[in-house]
């Protein structure tokens, strides 16, 4: 199946106008103010979504859609949002039973809400969608929250309903809400996850000019997975800290929004372009502490608590050895050359280290596919968050000539011996 990229855009901004106009009626109901935080279109794995749910106690509803909209869309609150948000609606009203009127404001207002995104979704199809009764889910498991959805956590036996391929650890298409409340520490999730005709019916391709292949983009993100597994290996070998590979999913985003992806603290950046088929721009995220710990571990002396000069640099080496065995093994498998500059440091707030980026693809495309990755250490508090984000033409051309076989049949390799080559302290502003 091929997707359209200028329909997943229309979609990617409905879900975004579905998200504002849940937010308007939980202001409306609680009188709290609300605003869309931030919308994704994932391609992902239950994997991904059963960590993203994971150790927190989540309460909500699920729901079917069906008719012209097939799927699962489920909302949830932390337990502490839905005690503030319930509070907010019942306070001071007498309960026959403790707990009951709760629960069921809880499920009243998150169905109200879910409603208000359907309705976007409904309006600029301009069709109907049947939204089924509410199933109340409260559990610190994520296995309840997806249950008969594309992302049936837990089964790994039989397929899920949209995943590719026919097994439960392929893709499948996720829209992914977070709202945040103003003046209040509230958190919310949203998911909403597509039945298989309903990807095909909506998101096929009408023309072969800006079309990307689902199963090729299958097969690529099989090649970011190495690359990521490859990644941890090169830290664990350098570090002699034992890394893994937490999160990866692949966003379809607009680039305005790619900045409110990352911290707002003060983060650690090495940024690199990269130039082949694909092109495009790889960065590595660091919060300070784990910056210091790496570089602490892979050089065995003691780093300066300002991370200075000798620090930068070793970081800068560290994520060269990466970006090498991440690339070299893209083109490895991707049968393809593939050339990365010299890394470009940045020690700034999170949004200010990803802007050069979004600025330097902006010129040319409104939306990017960004392979977003988090690798944490087994055993301390250690993680690096990666950002691939490949030019959208080159990714859609180097996709058209992409040999699924190759996955299957080529291993991506890269030596970890650090670089003696100088570093190009200026690169980065001329992102």
């Known amino acids: 199946m091929k997707l359209d990229v200028d329909t997943l855009g229309t979609f990617y901004e409905m879900a975004r106008e579905g998200a504002g106009l849940a937010a308007n009626r939980l202001s409306s109901m609680t009188d709290i103010p609300a605003r869309v935080d931030v919308t994704h279109l994932n391609f992902t794995r239950d994997a991904s979504i059963a960590r993203e749910l994971t150790d927190t106690e989540w309460v909500g509803i699920r729901v079917r859609l069906s008719d012209g909209f097939g799927g699962t869309s489920v909302l949830l609150f932390d337990r502490e949002s839905a005690e503030t948000i319930a509070a907010a609606v019942i306070d001071g009203i007498p309960t026959v039973e403790d707990g009951t009127l709760h629960d069921s404001t809880v499920t009243e207002i998150a169905q109200i809400m879910n409603n208000g995104f359907v309705d976007g979704w409904a309006n600029v199809l301009d069709t109907n969608i049947d939204v089924s009764a509410p199933t109340y889910v409260s559990a610190d498991t994520p296995d309840e929250f997806l249950a008969d959805s594309a992302l049936a956590l837990g089964d790994e036996e039989s397929p899920g309903e949209g995943s590719v391929g026919g097994a439960s650890d392929e893709l499948a298409v ?17 998911y909403l996850v597509p039945d298989t005709d309903t990807v095909q019916r909506l998101f096929r391709a009408r023309s072969e000019e800006r079309a990307i292949e689902f199963e090729k983009l299958v097969g690529f993100d099989r090649i970011a997975q ?19 590979v937490d999160i990866r999913r692949i966003n379809f985003i607009s680039l305005d929004a790619i900045p409110s992806e990352v911290s707002t603290e003060r ?3 090495v940024a690199f372009s990269f130039a082949g088929m694909p092109s495009g721009y790889l960065l590595f995220l660091f ?10 571990r892979s050089v065995e002396t003691h780093t300066a608590a300002g991370l200075g000069e000798f620090e930068r640099d ?29 890394p470009a440091y940045a020690h700034d707030m999170g949004a200010a280290v990803v802007d050069p980026l979004v600025v330097g693809l902006g010129e040319s495309q ?4 960004v392979f977003d990755t988090r690798i944490e250490a087994v055993d301390t508090e250690v993680d690096l968050d990666i950002y691939v984000i490949p030019d959208e033409a080159d990714l859609r051309a180097a996709l058209g000539e992409f040999d699924m076989g190759r996955v299957a049949d080529t291993t991506p390799e890269a030596d970890t011996d650090l670089s003696e080559q100088d570093v190009d ?7």
């Open 174 to 190: 996720l829209f992914r809400n977070n709202l945040e409340a103003v003046g209040e520490r509230l958190t919310f999730r949203h």
């Open 226 to 244: 190495r690359g990521a597994t490859q990644v941890a290996n090169n830290l664990t070998q350098m570090t002699d800290i034992e890394m893994d």
């Open 267 to 269: 983060m650690i950046g």
């Open 287 to 296: 919060d300070e502490e784990s910056a210091r710990t790496l570089v602490s």
């Open 314 to 342: 070793a970081i800068q080496e560290l994520s060269n050895v990466m970006a090498s065995g991440m690339l070299d093994g893209w083109a490895n498998l991707l049968d393809t050359t593939i050339d990365h500059s010299t």
């Open 366 to 369: 409104e939306f990017a596919f």
């Open 425 to 431: 302290l200026d690169y980065w502003e001329s992102l």
